[in-house]
């Protein structure tokens, strides 16, 4: 049991590995600049549109006060915004993708292949940027690789997700929590070594440590439920620590050699193209570890909870389960569920919110630094590498001091979610007429760039790992694809929303600067939701949920 969990887990792993590095080179660096830079090399200046925006650059003349536009179809679109509405476009659309597939995904021997069948359209389709020139006639399509890409990963990471709570239950130290509340027969589950030290275990009174002297063997002390709690809570933050830290550790090594090329090329656009390029390389390369070694789906050694999923035998055609798909979606957001699962929704409101403020400072901040801060490539490479450094540094800090404050997954989220909100704040004092005579503050200089690259990577790679963690807790077993569907589409039907209003505050001001106002009030009306949200109550209304579907099946079968 312990070499399969620690197979499974590597795999889980090495696919966090091989597809955080898409978004960490692409997503949030390289492909925003290069859609915006294939929109500005077949653009042309305003108001008149007859001077290209790149003879003006390559004359030497900065064309930051006269706005550049590309024609699509016969509508012109500010350069600056082009990148954002192809963002807007390609998170619509995989919404509507992880919606269709959450069923398929929750059957055992098709939430693998999905997984491998995704991120072989994501990579490639990021491959393809590689042989795509902005000279080309056909350089629109690079907005359909980057929609296609972002579609594969996002399906792809919902599937993996999907993986995390089986994890977490068949993890070490969860299995000897489960044993010593009395869910699971010591001698019938080989009892494994923690992977935590002992000072991470739940406080015991010594009564509840029973002695068989003449045996001279000690049998394991009882816990209470809120002490398995605890335990499963910290093993699933763990997890996801982990995976965010092997993603971000990928995505800085990809950067530190794609700075190589952006460097010498002097941030060309085929250099910015190779970046995007060897991201998608990467990605397919290491997902071979996790094609061999993640399991297909949920086996019942990982989960014995998933009665649902292991239902293979009987006949289902792609049609139908996509139809069954948008079917149980319905059932699912109906007012009675919404009612029996409150807290589960309360967090996926809160997360609606943060997702697409977290998100959108990431891609307008990169846009800040390049149209209006004037930040040469390698510069924002660099940032990009710093950002995930401390993302690294993040997700394990913050674990530790959890265990040390007794904090929960919940109350790291809120302080989480408080830190980041300084940023667009800070952004903002950039209008104070006394901050404008300063030589820095409010954002105004690149310096300050990389300060708040430190500061965001470190509290975001622990905001990501949290959030997944957390939401892994309210989760009503046996149905994780199709809820971490519902997180993806949380995430996502937000997430074109703050790029779009970003998009259209940059075109009606001319001056990105005026969307920190929107990130600031959209990440604070998250807050109080937060807090609105009982993490134990919302774990037992799940489990609860599962127990009468699983009545529900048994009787509908003896009928």
Known sequence: MVSSYKRQLLGWLSYAFASEVFVVVSLTLFLPICLEQFASDNGYLRPDYVQPCSSSSDSGTSYATERCAVK???????????????????????????????????????????????????????????FLPSSSPLWFLCALFAILANVGFGASVVAMNAYLPSLANASPEVVQARIRLGELDASSEPIVESVEDEDEQPPLSSQDSISAPLLGISTPPKLDQSAFNATLSRATSRISALGIASGYGAGIILLLLALIPVTKLHGSTFSLRLAIGLSGAWWAIFSIPAAIWLPNGTPHDVSSNDSAAAKTGDQWTLWSEIVAAWKRLGVMLRWNQIKQLQHTFRYLAAWFLLSDGFTTITSTAVLFGKTTLHMDPSWLVLIGAITPAMGITGSMVFPYLQRKFSWSNLKVVVILVIMVSCIPAYGCLGFLPIVKGLPFGGLTTPGEMFGLAVYFGFAYGAFQSYARAC?????????????YGLFSITDKSSSFVGPLIVGLIADATGNIRYAFFFLVLMIWLAVPVLLSVDVERGREDARNRHIHRDLCEVSSSDS
């Open 72 to 130: 699509i179809g016969w509508v012109w679109v500010d350069t600056a915004s082009f990148s954002l509405y192809v963002y807007s476009a390609s998170v619509a659309l995989q919404a509507l993708t992880v919606i269709s597939m959450g069923s398929i995904a929750d059957r055992p021997t098709c939430r693998k292949p999905l997984l491998l069948m995704f991120a072989f359209i994501g990579a490639f389709s990021a491959i393809l940027f590689l």
């Open 471 to 483: 939401y892994a807790e309210l989760v009503p077993p046996g149905e994780e694809a199709r809820w």
